[in-house]
Nanobody, 121 residues
Framework: QVQLVESGGGLVQPGGSLRLSCTASGSIFNINVMKWYRQAPGKQRELAATITSGGSTNYADSVKGRFTISRDNAKNTVYLQMNSLKPEDTAVYYC???????????????WGQGTQVTVSS
């Protein structure tokens, strides 16, 4: 079984920073793309940032220049460094990973449970 566990959320003032982490555990053969999504109250889940296994990144326009996604392949971990946070960044943040389990030949998408980020003074 594959599990994704996020950490690092919390309450921060506007202009502040937070760093989210998400670690995949279990019997994993390989991880392809890893992503961070977010869902604000009353809104649809949106893709915030993407990173490939080779380190190529992509960002939503709303976070470009403020957020940085990175990963440590040896630790099966993806990070999201969030700077210059705004109240509109308030959301539950979810990590998503495209994983090939050790017991199966195909890749599948796995999700973390989410971590709350609140930006407020």
């Amino acid at each position: 079984q594959v599990q994704l566990v996020e950490s690092g959320g919390g309450l921060v003032q506007p202009g502040g920073s937070l760093r989210l982490s998400c670690t995949a555990s279990g019997s994993i053969f390989n991880i392809n793309v890893m992503k961070w999504y977010r869902q604000a109250p009353g809104k649809q889940r949106e893709l915030a940032a993407t990173i490939t296994s080779g380190g190529s990144t992509n960002y939503a326009d709303s976070v470009k220049g403020r957020f940085t996604i990175s990963r440590d392949n040896a630790k099966n971990t993806v990070y999201l460094q969030m700077n210059s946070l705004k109240p509109e960044d308030t959301a539950v943040y979810y990590c998503n990973a495209n994983v090939r389990p050790a017991w199966y030949s195909a890749y599948g998408d796995y999700w973390g449970q989410g971590t709350q980020v609140t930006v407020s003074s």
